[in-house]
Nanobody, 116 residues
Framework: QVQLVESGGGLVHTGGSLRLSCAAS????????MAWYRQAPGKQRDFVVV???????NYADSVKGRFTISRDGTKNTVYLQMNSLKPEDTAVYYC??????????WGQGTLVTVSS
């Protein structure tokens, strides 16, 4: 069973930057896709960005131009570079992997807090 471990969350001021990491215990390049989601307090978990096995990406409108997903297959790690952070970006950020055949994995989440 693949495990995902997120890190890099923390407290940052409005306009600041953070880089989240998602380290997988298995090959990320075998996943059909990997994605980041986020869940703000009292709200549902929302899609942020996805990267497919082929490297295609798709971003939520709310983060386009500010967030960038990348990956390092040699380290089995997916990154989320977050710039120009806003208070509404405050949430627990979750890494998600879909390996196909019904195998989906979630990380435990990492908290990002953006102060105004």
């Amino acid at each position: 069973q693949v495990q995902l471990v997120e890190s890099g969350g923390g407290l940052v001021h409005t306009g600041g930057s953070l880089r989240l990491s998602c380290a997988a215990s298995g090959s990320i390049l075998r996943a059909d896709y990997m994605a980041w989601y986020r869940q703000a307090p009292g709200k549902q978990r929302d899609f942020v960005v996805v990267i497919t096995r082929g490297g295609s990406t798709n971003y939520a409108d709310s983060v386009k131009g500010r967030f960038t997903i990348s990956r390092d297959g040699t380290k089995n790690t997916v990154y989320l570079q977050m710039n120009s952070l806003k208070p509404e970006d405050t949430a627990v950020y979750y890494c998600h992997a879909n390996y196909g055949g019904g195998l989906e994995v979630w990380g435990q989440g990492t908290l990002v807090t953006v102060s105004s």
